[in-house]
């Protein structure tokens, strides 16, 4: 094909389909990302300041992401004291929208009944990254739909112009949840009320929506590194009540888990952090992991 006929069709296609820019999302960690991309689509295009399998609580944000976020249409954050650093990133890029209470804000945490709410003020001293209670509601299905709507209700205010393309993607992100949620509780029934350990506190509101029992963690807080006696402590907790559930986060350090299972005898199973993948089933894909190594780990 000659050249001109190549420059004619592409200024063809050009004409045919006048680029409309995407709404642009910038979400703190690749789970409100992918969960952003479910009910976006096609109209969105989503970037996450965490990246998978990395720690969330402690992220240090690069300044290419303040200019990410001074020229994106949608903050998505996670709330709850996960993402603090999100706020001098958007101190840093003064888009006035994206303030908080702003209409290009989402706190997906919004409406979200949040656990182990610490009863007395939790000084920066003590070192625990809960001080609002615990952040990590997106491993409940459940909460994730929840989160989806926080998400479909800051696109329609940005971008209204598509509301019905986002509400129809919401209903099919719900359906999704909702059919593979009867999969995962009979996945799940035959492991109700054993206790589990974990590294940190991080599957709670999965554990609890699934009827296990978290036990403890390898953590004697959260942020604060294992121990060794606070280890030890808790392998002669697990023997004398034998509990023989123990679920890694997988980004966390395998020593100290093999150091309870010398201690404890229990063996050890690593479970998903993140999602791997932005796709409409990137956040199925997770929590379908998550439910495979739960079983694997107190099977
Ligand atoms: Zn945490």
């Keep these: 094909m000659k050249l001109s006929k190549l420059l004619f069709l592409g200024a063809l296609l050009f004409w045919v389909q006048p680029a409309r820019a995407a709404t642009e999302v910038v979400a703190s960690t690749p789970e409100l990302a992918a969960i952003s991309?479910?009910?976006?689509?096609?109209?969105?295009?989503?970037?996450?300041?965490?990246?998978?399998?990395?720690?969330?609580?402690?992220?240090?944000?690069r300044p290419s992401d303040v200019s990410r976020i001074a020229r994106a249409d949608l903050v998505v954050r996670a709330g709850l004291s996960l993402d603090v650093w999100m706020d001098s990133l958007m101190n840093a890029a003064g888009n006035g929208n994206l303030n908080r209470g702003g209409r290009g804000y989402v706190d997906a945490s919004t409406g979200i009944p949040r656990i182990e709410t610490p009863s007395g003020?939790?000084?920066?001293?003590?070192?625990?990254?809960?001080?609002?209670?615990?952040?990590?509601?997106?491993?409940?299905?459940?909460?994730?739909?929840r989160a989806a709507q926080n998400i479909v209700r800051g696109l329609i205010r940005v971008d209204a112009g598509n509301a019905s393309a986002y509400?129809?993607?919401?209903?099919?992100?719900?359906?999704?949840?909702?059919?593979?949620?009867?999969?995962?509780?009979?996945?799940?029934?035959?492991?109700?009320?054993?206790?589990?350990?974990?590294?940190?506190?991080s599957y709670n509101y999965f554990l609890r929506r699934f009827g296990i029992r978290q036990y403890g963690t390898l953590e004697p807080k959260p942020g604060i590194p294992p121990s060794a006696a606070h280890l030890s402590q808790l392998a002669s907790n697990m023997k004398r009540d034998r509990v023989r559930g123990v679920l890694i986060e997988g980004i966390y350090p395998r020593r100290f888990a093999d150091l309870i299972k010398r201690q404890s005898g229990a063996n050890y199973e690593v479970g998903p952090y993140s999602v791997q993948s932005y796709t409409g089933q990137g956040y199925i894909n997770l929590i379908d992991n998550l439910v495979a190594r739960t079983r694997a780990a107190l099977g």
């Design 37 to 61: 991309k479910a009910v976006g689509g096609g109209k969105v295009s989503v970037y996450s300041i965490a990246k998978p399998n990395q720690d969330y609580h402690a992220i240090e944000p």
């Design 121 to 145: 003020s939790i000084s920066g001293a003590s070192g625990d990254v809960h001080p609002e209670g615990n952040p990590h509601y997106l491993y409940d299905p459940i909460y994730a739909k």
């Design 167 to 201: 509400r129809a993607n919401y209903v099919a992100f719900n359906r999704a949840i909702d059919n593979k949620m009867d999969d995962w509780r009979r996945a799940l029934a035959p492991y109700a009320g054993r206790p589990i350990v974990t590294y940190h506190l």
